[in-house]
């Protein structure tokens, strides 16, 4: 399958379900994302759709092709913390939303896109820095975090622990004191789309049909268009099209009949009277 992502073949894998994006512009350089909680709650119904994200996922293709499709109709990303994935889509904060598994599954849609190389994230004078790569076991003797929090960076600058994270959480924060070496035995991270099951629209539709990669003349937009814009228009549209099917038929049958002429019948002639002819 082709992976669309930016950056894609520089440590996070895909898998089947589709394709996704990287770290990048959304998350910044902060390690913990958090504008929803700032800038209120759900927005008014109508006005565009609202795309959540955890730290490390960017939105940038995909929002391209959105601006393309749909100049129209606005897509905000708002940036979630992992631990508020859930409140935000059950609040109505946002309309579907890039996690990071394992979430509650339980009244979710999640279409699975990619997984995530792991990396330890270390400051630069640490020892680790030194090598290319590592292991569980060479991790044995230090203190592991996986929390991204302001707290555990500077635990992580002092030397005093490591972070365990996504590569693409790694990337998305460029701090000249800290390193990432990948953790080559460790288990991958799967960053999914997920939406309530008791939600949907036809945005949201449309917005899923982009992440997934179908192109705007894909039969299944295409027929999801139809479908919403067809209605009774629709209808009248096929008998419309049935009735000129009809004198397109009607017209060819004439056309092939033209010019054409009744075989002549040549007269018979009468039987003689009598039986035999009368002799003279």
Not at 88 to 107: K, Q, Y
Not at 166 to 178: M, W
């Amino acid at each position: 399958m082709t992976d669309f992502r930016e950056g894609a073949g520089r440590g996070d894998k895909a898998v089947p379900e589709g394709g996704s994006g990287s770290a990048g512009d959304e998350g910044g350089a902060r390690p913990v994302v958090d504008d929803w909680a700032l800038g209120g709650s759900a927005r008014p119904a109508g006005s565009g759709l609202r795309v959540g994200y955890v730290p490390g996922v960017i939105l940038t293709k995909w929002r391209r092709t959105w601006a393309e499709r749909f100049p129209d109709v606005p897509l905000e990303a708002v940036g979630v913390e992992e631990s508020e994935v859930r409140r935000a889509l059950s609040d109505g904060v946002v309309d579907l939303c890039f996690v990071r598994l394992p979430v509650e599954p339980d009244g979710l849609h999640l279409i699975q896109l990619y997984e995530e190389q792991p990396v330890v994230w270390v400051a630069k004078e640490h020892a680790i820095a030194a090598v290319d790569e590592v292991s569980v076991a060479d991790l044995a003797d230090e203190e592991v975090l996986t929390d991204v929090s302001a707290v555990n960076i500077d635990r992580v600058v002092a030397e005093v622990a490591v972070l365990r994270v996504p590569l693409s959480v790694a990337r998305s924060n460029n701090r000249r004191d800290l390193v990432h070496r990948p953790v080559v035995d460790a288990p991958t991270t799967t960053v999914a789309l997920a939406w309530p099951r008791d939600v949907d629209s036809d945005l949201i539709q449309e917005f899923i049909g982009v992440v997934r990669g179908r192109s705007v003349n894909s039969s299944r937009s295409a027929r999801e268009r139809a479908d919403r814009d067809g209605g009774a228009a629709g209808d009248g549209a096929r008998k419309r099209d049935g009735e000129g099917a009809q004198r397109d038929g009607s017209r060819k049958r004439d056309a092939r009949g033209a010019g054409k002429q009744p075989a002549s019948r040549k007269p018979r002639k009468p039987a003689p009277r009598g039986g035999r002819g009368r002799r003279r």
